[in-house]
Structure formats: C-alpha cells, structure tokens
C-alpha cells in the first residue's frame, strides 16, 4: 500500500512539474511573439490596434472550446493571441517609448518583479483563493466601470488611482492563477493558464506604464 501511495504522489509531483514548465514555456513563447507583434504593429494607428485587440479576444473564446478537443489547437490560438494582442498594444508602446523609452524598461522590471513575487505566494499557499479570485473578478468588473468614467470625467490624480487599484486586482488574480498551475493535473490546461498568467502580467505592466509616466 505504501509503495502504491508513495508511486502516486510522486506521479503527481512529475505532472504538476510537467505542466508548470510546459505552462511558463507557453508564457515566454507568447511574450516573445507580443514583442514581435508590437513591432510588426509599430506603424498602426490606434483603431488598427484596436481591431487586432479585439481579434485577440476572439482567439482566447476559440481556445476555450479547442482546448476541449485538440491540445495542437489550442496552443496554435495562443500563439496567434500573443501575436495580435502585441500588435494591438503597438500604439500604445509607441506612445509611451515616444514620451520617455526609459518607462517602458521601468514597468517592464517592476512586472517581472510584481508577478513573482504574488506568483510565488499563490503557488506556496495552501489557502483556497478561490474566494479572493471572486472578490477580484468582481473588482475587475468595478475598475472596467470607473475606466469609463475617467473618460468623461475629469478626477484629480484618476489615472494614478485607477492604475493602483488594478495593481491590487491584479496581485489577487495572478495568485490565484499560480495556485490554478499548482493544483491543476491536466497536462492540456497548460495554453489556458499560460494565457490567464500572460493577461495577467500584461495588465500589470500597462497599470505600472502609467504610473511610471504620470510625471511625464
């Protein structure tokens, strides 16, 4: 019986540490075809930028129902999500590495900063998140709303407000999305979580981008 137990904890232990390399490898391979996308996009005007945005979105539906029944496919999704998610942030960049290129590598390293340190506490907890993952979806929701406000309304500091507040959001998604990678066993899950982990760390660094460049 030990030996049964003992074969399939480390079983177990092999798949979580399969599907984590396999997931972060998915996570580097997207933010390296952003980079490209973002170039590839540099020229774009920003309805362009927001047309490919959009056709991104409709890639991350699309694997939610490959990943069901071809791993092939939904890797395949991710790819062309990280691609044209890259090309519809390329105004944006160009926008800021216009004002000041340093901000870009100042949000870049607090990202790299920000999201393993909180990935690395949603993966070593053994609390349940699932609870502050709700709290957050539901804040995410209330941020997208007081976005929209600061369109038409003008609020002292609203933009610096707005982009800590998304930070705090943000700090609890990307626990619970490491949690998702530490407890999950399907080895096919990995595009979806690699997506989940890539929105993640690219909402922070555009959340640190206007911080960075609020004295701009």
Do not use: K
Request: glycine share 10%; net charge positive; hydrophobic share 55%.
């Amino acid at each position: 019986m030990s030996g049964t137990y003992g074969e399939a904890a480390a079983s177990a232990h092999n798949r979580t540490v399969t599907l984590f390399g396999q997931t972060m490898a998915f996570v580097a391979a997207t933010a390296g075809l952003f980079a490209l996308g973002a170039y590839a996009g540099r020229h774009l005007s920003y309805g362009a930028g927001w047309i490919a945005y959009l056709e991104s979105f409709g890639c991350l539906l699309a694997m939610n129902v490959a990943v069901r029944r071809s791993a092939g496919a939904a890797t395949a999704l991710l790819f062309v999500f990280g691609s044209l998610i890259g090309v519809g942030t390329a105004p944006v960049l160009v926008y800021y590495a216009t004002v000041d290129p340093t901000i870009l590598w100042q949000a870049g390293g607090a990202t790299a900063l920000f999201i393993a340190g909180f990935g690395a506490a949603g993966y070593s907890t053994r609390r349940d998140l699932s609870a502050l993952a709700r709290v957050s979806f539901l804040a995410l929701l209330g941020l997208i709303v007081f976005g929209i406000v600061l369109i038409f309304v003008h609020i002292p500091n609203g933009d610096v407000v707005y982009a800590l507040l998304g930070l705090v959001v943000f700090a609890g998604l990307t626990m619970f999305d490491f949690q998702r990678l530490h407890r999950s066993r399907d080895i096919d899950s990995a595009p979806l979580l690699a997506a989940s982990i890539f929105l993640d760390a690219l909402n922070v660094f555009l959340f640190f981008l206007r911080i960075f460049s609020r004295n701009r």
